[in-house]
Nanobody
Framework: QVQFVESGGGLVQPGGSLRLSCAAS????????MGWYRQAPGKQRELVAH???????NYAVSVKGRFTISRDNAKNTLYLQMKTLKPEDTAVYYC?????????WGQGTQVTVSS
């Protein structure tokens, strides 16, 4: 069964940091490129970062230099370290396989950047 469980979101001031985690089904995690997506109110879901099984990473222009994606294959866990957060980073963050995602989406974790 495919399952993604995101955690680590919260309310943070501009310039602050958060670290998101995603526990994924082992069967799908180990063999796939994984990604972090986000969806802001009134906007489409977008892919912000992805990582190959070997650790090669790619980032959207809007987060490059501020976000770092990583994975722990032994723990079937995906991470997103977010620094220098901006109000425009406010969104629900999801993890899934990348390019393309599966049809299974977790509940996501809310990140709110506000003073």
């Amino acid at each position: 069964q495919v399952q993604f469980v995101e955690s680590g979101g919260g309310l943070v001031q501009p310039g602050g940091s958060l670290r998101l985690s995603c526990a994924a089904s082992g069967s799908i995690f180990k063999i796939n490129r994984m990604g972090w997506y986000r969806q802001a109110p009134g906007k489409q879901r977008e892919l912000v970062a992805h990582i190959s099984t070997r650790g090669d990473t790619n980032y959207a222009v809007s987060v490059k230099g501020r976000f770092t994606i990583s994975r722990d294959n032994a723990k079937n866990t995906l991470y997103l370290q977010m620094k220098t957060l901006k109000p425009e980073d406010t969104a629900v963050y999801y993890c899934n396989t990348a390019l393309p995602p599966t049809n299974y989406w977790g509940q996501g974790t809310q990140v709110t950047v506000s003073s």
